[in-house]
Protein backbone atom coordinates (compact mmCIF):
# COMPACT_ATOMS: atom_id res chain seq x y z
CA UNK A 1 0.00 0.00 0.00
CA UNK A 2 1.22 3.41 -0.66
CA UNK A 3 2.44 5.31 1.87
CA UNK A 4 2.23 8.99 2.67
CA UNK A 5 5.54 10.45 2.88
CA UNK A 6 4.19 13.16 5.83
CA UNK A 7 2.67 11.19 8.10
CA UNK A 8 3.79 7.53 7.19
CA UNK A 9 0.38 6.04 6.99
CA UNK A 10 -1.72 4.88 4.14
CA UNK A 11 -3.60 7.21 2.25
CA UNK A 12 -6.72 8.54 3.92
CA UNK A 13 -10.32 7.75 3.44
CA UNK A 14 -12.00 10.41 1.42
CA UNK A 15 -14.81 12.38 3.53
CA UNK A 16 -17.35 10.69 0.71
CA UNK A 17 -16.88 7.30 1.32
CA UNK A 18 -17.06 7.96 4.70
CA UNK A 19 -20.68 9.38 4.01
CA UNK A 20 -21.39 6.51 2.49
CA UNK A 21 -20.24 3.66 4.50
CA UNK A 22 -22.43 5.91 7.45
CA UNK A 23 -25.77 5.76 5.06
CA UNK A 24 -25.55 2.64 3.99
CA UNK A 25 -24.94 1.02 7.27
CA UNK A 26 -27.61 2.90 9.37
CA UNK A 27 -30.27 1.78 6.86
CA UNK A 28 -29.38 -1.50 6.58
CA UNK A 29 -29.88 -1.22 10.66
CA UNK A 30 -33.32 -0.79 9.82
CA UNK A 31 -33.95 -2.79 6.67
CA UNK A 32 -32.46 -5.77 8.79
CA UNK A 33 -34.98 -4.89 11.38
CA UNK A 34 -37.88 -4.41 9.64
CA UNK A 35 -37.80 -7.93 7.94
CA UNK A 36 -35.89 -9.67 10.72
CA UNK A 37 -38.50 -9.17 13.34
CA UNK A 38 -41.23 -10.70 11.49
CA UNK A 39 -39.86 -14.14 11.46
CA UNK A 40 -38.92 -13.69 15.26
CA UNK A 41 -42.77 -13.18 15.98
CA UNK A 42 -43.95 -16.67 16.25
CA UNK A 43 -41.31 -17.05 18.95
CA UNK A 44 -42.20 -14.01 20.62
CA UNK A 45 -45.76 -15.26 20.98
CA UNK A 46 -45.03 -18.78 22.88
CA UNK A 47 -42.15 -16.73 25.34
CA UNK A 48 -44.50 -13.67 26.14
CA UNK A 49 -47.74 -15.65 25.62
CA UNK A 50 -49.01 -12.86 23.13
CA UNK A 51 -52.30 -12.89 21.42
CA UNK A 52 -52.89 -12.50 17.25
CA UNK A 53 -53.30 -8.27 18.35
CA UNK A 54 -50.74 -8.07 20.17
CA UNK A 55 -48.19 -9.30 17.45
CA UNK A 56 -49.90 -7.27 14.84
CA UNK A 57 -49.11 -4.04 17.42
CA UNK A 58 -45.35 -5.68 17.28
CA UNK A 59 -45.06 -4.18 13.81
CA UNK A 60 -47.76 -1.81 13.25
CA UNK A 61 -46.50 0.29 16.46
CA UNK A 62 -42.95 0.45 14.61
CA UNK A 63 -44.81 1.01 11.67
CA UNK A 64 -47.05 4.23 13.09
CA UNK A 65 -44.75 6.32 14.22
CA UNK A 66 -42.55 5.43 11.32
CA UNK A 67 -45.65 6.70 8.62
CA UNK A 68 -46.39 10.09 10.72
CA UNK A 69 -43.25 11.19 11.52
CA UNK A 70 -40.73 10.07 8.23
CA UNK A 71 -41.61 13.43 6.65
CA UNK A 72 -41.29 15.50 9.51
CA UNK A 73 -37.85 13.78 10.34
CA UNK A 74 -36.88 14.56 6.74
CA UNK A 75 -37.79 18.65 7.35
CA UNK A 76 -35.46 18.50 10.83
CA UNK A 77 -32.50 17.35 8.83
CA UNK A 78 -32.78 19.88 6.31
CA UNK A 79 -33.39 22.47 8.84
CA UNK A 80 -31.04 21.77 11.82
CA UNK A 81 -28.58 19.93 10.15
CA UNK A 82 -28.75 16.29 8.18
CA UNK A 83 -25.91 14.78 10.11
CA UNK A 84 -27.20 15.39 13.78
CA UNK A 85 -30.57 14.33 13.03
CA UNK A 86 -29.30 11.15 11.40
CA UNK A 87 -27.43 10.53 14.47
CA UNK A 88 -30.03 11.37 16.92
CA UNK A 89 -32.39 8.76 15.02
CA UNK A 90 -29.96 6.07 15.34
CA UNK A 91 -29.44 6.61 19.12
CA UNK A 92 -32.66 6.89 19.53
CA UNK A 93 -33.53 3.57 17.32
CA UNK A 94 -30.43 1.65 19.62
CA UNK A 95 -31.42 2.53 23.07
CA UNK A 96 -34.88 1.35 21.91
CA UNK A 97 -33.95 -1.62 20.40
CA UNK A 98 -32.10 -2.40 23.61
CA UNK A 99 -35.55 -1.62 25.49
CA UNK A 100 -36.89 -4.61 22.79
CA UNK A 101 -34.16 -7.19 23.63
CA UNK A 102 -35.15 -6.55 27.58
CA UNK A 103 -38.94 -6.87 26.94
CA UNK A 104 -40.49 -8.77 30.39
CA UNK A 105 -44.22 -8.19 28.87
CA UNK A 106 -45.37 -7.59 25.65
CA UNK A 107 -46.83 -4.26 26.65
CA UNK A 108 -43.76 -3.11 27.24
CA UNK A 109 -42.09 -4.56 23.43
CA UNK A 110 -45.09 -2.70 21.81
CA UNK A 111 -44.20 0.75 23.80
CA UNK A 112 -40.59 0.25 22.74
CA UNK A 113 -41.36 -0.31 19.06
CA UNK A 114 -42.98 2.66 19.24
CA UNK A 115 -40.42 4.35 20.06
CA UNK A 116 -38.19 2.71 17.41
CA UNK A 117 -40.48 3.72 14.90
CA UNK A 118 -39.84 7.45 15.62
CA UNK A 119 -36.25 6.95 15.78
CA UNK A 120 -35.87 5.17 12.32
CA UNK A 121 -38.61 7.92 10.86
CA UNK A 122 -35.47 10.39 12.20
CA UNK A 123 -32.74 7.75 10.60
CA UNK A 124 -34.32 6.68 6.73
CA UNK A 125 -34.88 9.94 5.35
CA UNK A 126 -31.16 11.67 7.06
CA UNK A 127 -29.07 8.30 4.95
CA UNK A 128 -30.05 9.72 1.86
CA UNK A 129 -30.05 13.08 2.55
CA UNK A 130 -26.33 12.64 3.40
CA UNK A 131 -25.60 11.38 0.10
CA UNK A 132 -27.72 13.84 -1.82
CA UNK A 133 -25.73 16.78 0.08
CA UNK A 134 -22.02 14.92 -0.45
CA UNK A 135 -21.74 14.16 -3.96
CA UNK A 136 -23.14 15.61 -7.06
CA UNK A 137 -23.48 14.64 -10.63
CA UNK A 138 -22.38 10.98 -12.09
CA UNK A 139 -21.14 9.95 -8.32
CA UNK A 140 -24.63 10.90 -6.83
CA UNK A 141 -26.30 8.11 -9.05
CA UNK A 142 -23.49 5.97 -7.80
CA UNK A 143 -23.69 6.65 -4.77
CA UNK A 144 -27.99 6.30 -4.38
CA UNK A 145 -27.31 2.67 -6.65
CA UNK A 146 -24.85 1.53 -3.97
CA UNK A 147 -27.22 2.19 -1.12
CA UNK A 148 -30.03 0.86 -2.85
CA UNK A 149 -28.23 -2.84 -3.82
CA UNK A 150 -27.03 -2.80 -0.17
CA UNK A 151 -30.32 -1.73 0.77
CA UNK A 152 -32.23 -4.84 -1.36
CA UNK A 153 -28.82 -7.28 0.06
CA UNK A 154 -30.04 -6.17 4.20
CA UNK A 155 -33.58 -7.29 2.92
CA UNK A 156 -32.67 -10.56 1.73
CA UNK A 157 -30.84 -10.79 4.61
CA UNK A 158 -32.46 -9.88 7.49
CA UNK A 159 -35.58 -12.75 7.43
CA UNK A 160 -32.55 -15.90 7.24
CA UNK A 161 -30.12 -13.88 9.79
CA UNK A 162 -33.70 -13.21 11.83
CA UNK A 163 -34.94 -16.57 11.71
CA UNK A 164 -31.37 -17.97 12.72
CA UNK A 165 -30.68 -15.98 15.12
CA UNK A 166 -34.31 -16.89 17.03
CA UNK A 167 -33.40 -20.33 16.83
CA UNK A 168 -30.13 -20.55 17.54
CA UNK A 169 -30.02 -18.02 20.52
CA UNK A 170 -33.53 -15.81 21.07
CA UNK A 171 -35.53 -13.84 19.22
CA UNK A 172 -34.06 -10.93 22.11
CA UNK A 173 -30.74 -11.13 19.75
CA UNK A 174 -32.70 -10.13 16.81
CA UNK A 175 -32.76 -6.62 18.62
CA UNK A 176 -29.34 -6.98 20.25
CA UNK A 177 -27.76 -6.99 16.55
CA UNK A 178 -28.41 -3.05 16.43
CA UNK A 179 -26.45 -2.43 18.72
CA UNK A 180 -22.81 -2.88 17.82
CA UNK A 181 -24.08 -1.43 14.05
CA UNK A 182 -25.74 1.42 15.65
CA UNK A 183 -22.43 2.22 17.70
CA UNK A 184 -20.14 1.88 14.27
CA UNK A 185 -22.83 4.43 12.61
CA UNK A 186 -22.65 7.12 15.52
CA UNK A 187 -19.26 6.82 15.78
CA UNK A 188 -18.34 7.29 11.59
CA UNK A 189 -20.87 10.19 11.14
CA UNK A 190 -19.71 12.19 14.63
CA UNK A 191 -16.07 11.60 13.72
CA UNK A 192 -15.79 11.44 9.48
CA UNK A 193 -19.21 13.12 7.92
CA UNK A 194 -19.56 16.87 7.66
CA UNK A 195 -22.77 18.43 9.03
CA UNK A 196 -25.37 20.48 6.34
CA UNK A 197 -28.26 21.90 6.08
CA UNK A 198 -30.64 23.77 3.38
CA UNK A 199 -30.47 27.72 4.03
CA UNK A 200 -33.97 27.97 2.02
CA UNK A 201 -35.60 25.09 3.67
CA UNK A 202 -38.91 25.90 5.29
CA UNK A 203 -38.77 27.64 8.80
CA UNK A 204 -41.61 25.70 10.86
CA UNK A 205 -41.98 22.33 11.45
CA UNK A 206 -45.53 20.88 10.54
CA UNK A 207 -46.23 19.40 14.12
CA UNK A 208 -49.62 19.58 13.95
CA UNK A 209 -49.92 17.52 10.83
CA UNK A 210 -48.00 15.32 12.72
CA UNK A 211 -50.12 14.48 15.10
CA UNK A 212 -53.06 14.48 13.48
CA UNK A 213 -51.46 11.63 11.13
CA UNK A 214 -50.73 9.69 13.78
CA UNK A 215 -53.40 10.06 15.66
CA UNK A 216 -55.67 9.29 12.17
CA UNK A 217 -54.06 6.33 11.71
CA UNK A 218 -53.90 5.05 15.38
CA UNK A 219 -57.34 4.79 15.89
CA UNK A 220 -57.89 3.79 12.54
CA UNK A 221 -55.22 0.43 13.11
CA UNK A 222 -56.35 0.42 16.60
CA UNK A 223 -60.13 0.01 15.62
CA UNK A 224 -59.30 -2.66 12.87
CA UNK A 225 -57.05 -4.50 15.34
CA UNK A 226 -59.37 -4.69 17.91
CA UNK A 227 -62.87 -6.07 15.68
CA UNK A 228 -60.95 -9.23 15.27
CA UNK A 229 -61.07 -10.30 18.96
CA UNK A 230 -64.64 -8.52 19.69
CA UNK A 231 -66.15 -8.31 16.24
CA UNK A 232 -69.16 -6.48 17.26
CA UNK A 233 -67.19 -3.82 19.08
CA UNK A 234 -69.06 -0.71 18.99
CA UNK A 235 -65.93 1.00 20.44
CA UNK A 236 -63.68 -0.43 18.20
CA UNK A 237 -65.55 0.40 15.18
CA UNK A 238 -66.51 4.02 16.59
CA UNK A 239 -62.09 4.07 16.45
CA UNK A 240 -61.68 3.19 13.08
CA UNK A 241 -64.64 5.68 12.04
CA UNK A 242 -62.82 7.96 13.79
CA UNK A 243 -59.71 7.38 12.32
CA UNK A 244 -61.15 8.13 8.72
CA UNK A 245 -62.40 11.07 10.20
CA UNK A 246 -59.33 12.45 11.38
CA UNK A 247 -57.23 11.37 8.37
CA UNK A 248 -60.03 13.75 6.01
CA UNK A 249 -59.05 16.83 8.72
CA UNK A 250 -55.39 15.72 8.26
CA UNK A 251 -55.79 16.05 4.44
CA UNK A 252 -57.97 18.97 4.83
CA UNK A 253 -55.27 20.59 7.51
CA UNK A 254 -52.15 20.16 5.41
CA UNK A 255 -54.03 21.63 2.14
CA UNK A 256 -55.57 24.79 3.58
CA UNK A 257 -54.14 25.50 6.93
CA UNK A 258 -50.90 24.56 7.32
CA UNK A 259 -47.83 27.00 6.39
CA UNK A 260 -45.11 24.65 5.39
CA UNK A 261 -47.03 21.39 5.39
CA UNK A 262 -45.06 18.09 5.37
CA UNK A 263 -47.34 16.62 2.75
CA UNK A 264 -47.26 19.47 -0.01
CA UNK A 265 -50.43 19.59 -2.26
CA UNK A 266 -48.99 21.25 -4.89
CA UNK A 267 -47.29 17.70 -6.01
CA UNK A 268 -50.89 16.05 -6.53
CA UNK A 269 -51.43 18.29 -9.12
CA UNK A 270 -49.72 15.87 -11.51
CA UNK A 271 -51.59 13.10 -12.66
CA UNK A 272 -48.67 10.67 -13.34
CA UNK A 273 -47.52 11.29 -9.37
CA UNK A 274 -51.25 10.93 -8.18
CA UNK A 275 -51.69 7.85 -10.22
CA UNK A 276 -48.24 6.46 -9.15
CA UNK A 277 -48.88 6.84 -5.67
CA UNK A 278 -52.42 5.11 -5.29
CA UNK A 279 -50.64 2.18 -7.73
CA UNK A 280 -48.05 2.51 -4.71
CA UNK A 281 -50.83 2.27 -1.70
CA UNK A 282 -52.57 -0.65 -3.63
CA UNK A 283 -49.88 -2.69 -4.48
CA UNK A 284 -47.61 -2.52 -1.40
CA UNK A 285 -50.73 -2.89 0.94
CA UNK A 286 -51.33 -6.39 -0.90
CA UNK A 287 -47.72 -7.10 -0.09
CA UNK A 288 -47.31 -5.27 3.37
CA UNK A 289 -50.22 -6.91 4.74
CA UNK A 290 -50.57 -10.80 3.50
CA UNK A 291 -46.84 -11.37 3.48
CA UNK A 292 -47.32 -10.50 7.37
CA UNK A 293 -49.02 -13.25 8.17
CA UNK A 294 -46.39 -15.52 5.92
CA UNK A 295 -44.26 -16.67 9.14
CA UNK A 296 -47.05 -17.53 10.99
CA UNK A 297 -48.41 -20.01 8.52
CA UNK A 298 -45.20 -21.19 7.92
CA UNK A 299 -43.76 -22.08 11.50
CA UNK A 300 -47.02 -22.87 13.49
CA UNK A 301 -48.43 -24.57 10.48
CA UNK A 302 -46.41 -25.72 8.32
CA UNK A 303 -43.65 -26.44 11.27
CA UNK A 304 -40.88 -25.09 9.37
CA UNK A 305 -38.12 -24.15 11.73
CA UNK A 306 -37.42 -19.78 12.15
CA UNK A 307 -34.44 -20.53 9.60
CA UNK A 308 -36.28 -22.34 7.02
CA UNK A 309 -39.25 -19.51 7.33
CA UNK A 310 -36.80 -16.78 6.82
CA UNK A 311 -35.35 -18.11 3.73
CA UNK A 312 -38.63 -19.15 2.05
CA UNK A 313 -39.15 -15.77 0.50
CA UNK A 314 -35.50 -15.51 -0.66
CA UNK A 315 -36.30 -15.78 -4.42
CA UNK A 316 -38.91 -13.22 -3.84
CA UNK A 317 -36.13 -10.85 -2.97
CA UNK A 318 -33.25 -11.92 -5.03
CA UNK A 319 -35.53 -12.15 -8.25
CA UNK A 320 -36.51 -8.68 -7.82
CA UNK A 321 -32.67 -7.11 -6.73
CA UNK A 322 -31.39 -9.03 -9.93
CA UNK A 323 -33.92 -8.07 -12.14
CA UNK A 324 -34.53 -4.72 -11.09
CA UNK A 325 -31.88 -3.04 -13.27
CA UNK A 326 -33.08 -4.42 -15.69
CA UNK A 327 -36.48 -3.21 -15.69
CA UNK A 328 -36.24 -0.15 -14.80
CA UNK A 329 -34.31 0.83 -18.83
CA UNK A 330 -37.77 -0.65 -19.96
CA UNK A 331 -39.19 2.36 -19.18
CA UNK A 332 -36.86 4.70 -21.43
CA UNK A 333 -37.41 1.98 -24.16
CA UNK A 334 -41.79 1.51 -23.98
CA UNK A 335 -42.61 3.95 -20.90
CA UNK A 336 -43.67 2.87 -17.26
CA UNK A 337 -47.23 1.33 -18.26
CA UNK A 338 -46.72 -2.47 -19.41
CA UNK A 339 -44.03 -2.84 -16.82
CA UNK A 340 -46.37 -1.77 -14.36
CA UNK A 341 -49.50 -3.59 -15.53
CA UNK A 342 -47.52 -6.88 -16.21
CA UNK A 343 -45.61 -6.93 -12.53
CA UNK A 344 -48.85 -6.21 -10.44
CA UNK A 345 -50.52 -8.98 -13.44
CA UNK A 346 -47.42 -11.05 -12.14
CA UNK A 347 -48.10 -10.10 -8.14
CA UNK A 348 -51.32 -11.12 -8.42
CA UNK A 349 -50.86 -14.58 -9.78
CA UNK A 350 -48.22 -15.05 -6.91
CA UNK A 351 -50.95 -14.46 -3.91
CA UNK A 352 -52.99 -16.37 -6.12
CA UNK A 353 -50.27 -19.12 -5.25
CA UNK A 354 -50.13 -18.27 -2.25
CA UNK A 355 -53.85 -19.02 -1.45
CA UNK A 356 -53.17 -22.68 -3.09
CA UNK A 357 -50.49 -23.45 -0.85
CA UNK A 358 -52.45 -25.71 1.98
CA UNK A 359 -50.87 -27.77 4.39
CA UNK A 360 -47.73 -29.92 3.82
CA UNK A 361 -46.42 -30.64 0.68
CA UNK A 362 -42.89 -29.86 -0.73
CA UNK A 363 -41.82 -26.31 -0.50
CA UNK A 364 -40.73 -26.67 -4.20
CA UNK A 365 -44.44 -26.96 -5.14
CA UNK A 366 -46.06 -24.85 -2.77
CA UNK A 367 -44.44 -21.50 -1.22
CA UNK A 368 -41.11 -21.81 -4.06
CA UNK A 369 -43.78 -21.11 -7.55
CA UNK A 370 -45.51 -18.53 -5.31
CA UNK A 371 -42.54 -16.55 -4.18
CA UNK A 372 -40.74 -17.05 -8.00
CA UNK A 373 -44.44 -15.32 -9.52
CA UNK A 374 -43.90 -12.36 -6.72
CA UNK A 375 -40.03 -12.21 -7.23
CA UNK A 376 -40.95 -11.37 -11.04
CA UNK A 377 -43.71 -9.48 -10.26
CA UNK A 378 -41.71 -6.99 -8.09
CA UNK A 379 -39.08 -7.29 -11.21
CA UNK A 380 -41.20 -5.72 -13.10
CA UNK A 381 -43.09 -2.96 -11.24
CA UNK A 382 -40.47 -1.76 -8.47
CA UNK A 383 -37.62 0.29 -10.89
CA UNK A 384 -40.36 1.63 -13.23
CA UNK A 385 -42.53 2.71 -10.23
CA UNK A 386 -39.46 4.48 -8.49
CA UNK A 387 -39.19 6.30 -11.84
CA UNK A 388 -42.33 7.17 -12.65
CA UNK A 389 -42.51 9.05 -9.27
CA UNK A 390 -39.39 11.02 -9.40
CA UNK A 391 -39.94 11.91 -13.01
CA UNK A 392 -43.62 13.21 -12.74
CA UNK A 393 -42.53 16.26 -10.73
CA UNK A 394 -39.75 19.13 -11.43
CA UNK A 395 -36.02 17.73 -10.43
CA UNK A 396 -35.77 20.39 -7.13
CA UNK A 397 -39.03 18.34 -5.90
CA UNK A 398 -37.82 14.87 -6.46
CA UNK A 399 -36.24 14.11 -3.01
CA UNK A 400 -39.94 15.35 -1.69
CA UNK A 401 -41.86 13.28 -3.43
CA UNK A 402 -39.76 10.08 -2.68
CA UNK A 403 -40.59 11.11 0.80
CA UNK A 404 -44.31 11.04 0.04
CA UNK A 405 -44.29 7.98 -2.14
CA UNK A 406 -41.97 6.00 1.20
CA UNK A 407 -44.55 7.55 3.51
CA UNK A 408 -47.17 6.04 1.18
CA UNK A 409 -45.96 2.58 0.92
CA UNK A 410 -45.42 2.16 4.31
CA UNK A 411 -48.67 3.48 5.26
CA UNK A 412 -50.56 1.14 3.04
CA UNK A 413 -48.94 -1.78 4.95
CA UNK A 414 -49.70 -0.55 8.56
CA UNK A 415 -52.97 -0.37 7.29
CA UNK A 416 -53.56 -3.56 5.18
CA UNK A 417 -51.87 -5.87 8.40
CA UNK A 418 -54.98 -4.48 10.38
CA UNK A 419 -57.58 -4.64 7.71
CA UNK A 420 -56.60 -7.90 6.29
CA UNK A 421 -56.29 -9.47 9.89
CA UNK A 422 -59.95 -8.41 10.46
CA UNK A 423 -60.47 -10.50 6.94
CA UNK A 424 -58.40 -13.66 8.45
CA UNK A 425 -60.27 -13.73 11.86
CA UNK A 426 -64.02 -13.74 10.08
CA UNK A 427 -62.72 -16.79 7.61
CA UNK A 428 -60.86 -18.43 10.55
CA UNK A 429 -63.92 -18.08 12.75
CA UNK A 430 -66.12 -19.20 9.78
CA UNK A 431 -64.08 -22.42 9.18
CA UNK A 432 -63.25 -23.14 12.66
CA UNK A 433 -67.06 -23.40 13.33
CA UNK A 434 -68.05 -25.56 10.77
CA UNK A 435 -64.74 -28.02 12.00
CA UNK A 436 -66.13 -27.41 15.58
CA UNK A 437 -69.64 -29.26 15.01
CA UNK A 438 -69.58 -31.97 16.70
CA UNK A 439 -66.89 -31.37 19.63
CA UNK A 440 -67.93 -31.63 23.11
CA UNK A 441 -68.88 -28.28 24.84
CA UNK A 442 -66.20 -28.32 27.35
CA UNK A 443 -64.04 -28.35 24.29
CA UNK A 444 -65.54 -25.58 22.62
CA UNK A 445 -65.44 -23.32 25.71
CA UNK A 446 -61.86 -24.30 26.19
CA UNK A 447 -60.45 -23.35 22.78
CA UNK A 448 -62.35 -20.01 22.90
CA UNK A 449 -60.68 -18.81 25.84
CA UNK A 450 -57.83 -19.41 23.75
CA UNK A 451 -59.08 -17.90 20.40
CA UNK A 452 -56.76 -14.18 20.49
CA UNK A 453 -53.97 -16.78 20.90
CA UNK A 454 -54.98 -19.64 18.13
CA UNK A 455 -55.77 -16.50 15.63
CA UNK A 456 -52.29 -16.53 14.49
CA UNK A 457 -51.98 -20.06 14.07
CA UNK A 458 -50.28 -21.03 17.36
CA UNK A 459 -51.40 -24.31 19.11
CA UNK A 460 -52.86 -23.13 22.05
CA UNK A 461 -54.89 -25.74 23.83
CA UNK A 462 -53.64 -26.23 27.80
CA UNK A 463 -57.41 -26.64 28.45
CA UNK A 464 -58.26 -29.09 25.44
CA UNK A 465 -58.67 -32.64 27.06
CA UNK A 466 -56.09 -34.83 25.51
CA UNK A 467 -58.66 -37.02 23.88
CA UNK A 468 -59.81 -33.95 21.93
CA UNK A 469 -56.69 -32.38 21.20
CA UNK A 470 -55.21 -34.13 17.96
CA UNK A 471 -58.48 -33.44 16.31
CA UNK A 472 -58.62 -29.50 17.92
CA UNK A 473 -55.30 -28.75 16.76
CA UNK A 474 -56.02 -30.42 12.79
CA UNK A 475 -58.99 -27.82 12.88
CA UNK A 476 -56.78 -24.91 14.23
CA UNK A 477 -54.88 -25.75 11.23
CA UNK A 478 -57.04 -26.00 8.69
CA UNK A 479 -59.23 -23.06 10.01
CA UNK A 480 -55.80 -21.26 9.89
CA UNK A 481 -54.91 -21.97 6.61
CA UNK A 482 -58.50 -20.91 5.20
CA UNK A 483 -58.07 -17.70 6.85
CA UNK A 484 -54.58 -17.12 5.15
CA UNK A 485 -56.23 -18.25 1.83
CA UNK A 486 -58.75 -15.13 1.25
CA UNK A 487 -56.14 -12.74 2.49
CA UNK A 488 -53.93 -14.06 -0.49
CA UNK A 489 -57.31 -13.65 -2.82
CA UNK A 490 -57.70 -9.98 -1.65
CA UNK A 491 -53.98 -9.15 -1.81
CA UNK A 492 -54.79 -10.58 -5.51
CA UNK A 493 -57.02 -8.28 -5.86
CA UNK A 494 -55.28 -5.70 -4.38
CA UNK A 495 -52.84 -5.98 -7.19
CA UNK A 496 -55.09 -6.88 -9.88
CA UNK A 497 -56.57 -3.23 -8.62
CA UNK A 498 -53.22 -1.54 -9.32
CA UNK A 499 -53.17 -2.86 -13.13
CA UNK A 500 -56.35 -2.33 -13.85
CA UNK A 501 -55.28 1.10 -12.76
CA UNK A 502 -51.74 1.16 -14.70
CA UNK A 503 -53.51 0.32 -17.80
CA UNK A 504 -56.07 3.33 -18.02
CA UNK A 505 -54.26 6.03 -15.94
CA UNK A 506 -52.27 8.70 -17.13
CA UNK A 507 -48.67 7.75 -16.28
CA UNK A 508 -46.43 9.34 -19.13
CA UNK A 509 -43.61 10.87 -17.30
CA UNK A 510 -43.43 14.89 -16.92
CA UNK A 511 -40.03 15.87 -16.62
CA UNK A 512 -37.49 15.89 -13.93
CA UNK A 513 -35.84 12.47 -15.10
CA UNK A 514 -34.25 11.34 -11.37
CA UNK A 515 -34.05 8.17 -11.52
CA UNK A 516 -32.11 5.41 -9.21
CA UNK A 517 -33.40 6.53 -6.32
CA UNK A 518 -34.84 4.08 -3.48
CA UNK A 519 -37.81 2.14 -3.94
CA UNK A 520 -40.50 2.31 -1.70
CA UNK A 521 -40.53 -0.54 0.81
Request: proline share 4%; glycine share 12%; charged share 10%.
Amino acid sequence: MPVCARTGRGPSIPTATWVLIAAIAGSSMMFIDGTAVNVALPLVQRELHAGAGDLQWVVEGYTLFLCALILVGGALGDRFGRRSVFVIGVALFAAASLACALAPAIGFLIAARCVQGAGAAFATPGSLALISANFSGEARGRAIGSWSGFSAVTAAVGPVLGGWLAQTFSWRSVFFINLPLALIVIAVALLRVPESRDDDAPRGIDLTGAALATLSLGALVLGLIGLQTEPHGRLYAALAFGGCALAVLFLAYERRIARDPMLRPDLFRSRPFVGANVYTFLLYAALGGSLYFVPFDLINVQGYTPVAAGAALLPFIVIMFVASRWSGGLVNRIGARVPLVVGAAFAALGFLAFARTGIGGSYWTTFFPAAVLLGVGGAFFVAPLTTTVMDSVNVSEAGVASGVNNAVARTAGLVAIAGLGLVLAAAFDARLDRESTQWPASTKVAVAGERSAILSGAIATRDVPAEERDRVVGAIRVAYVAGFAVVMIASALLAAAAGVLAAFWDLRLGGGGVAGAAAPK
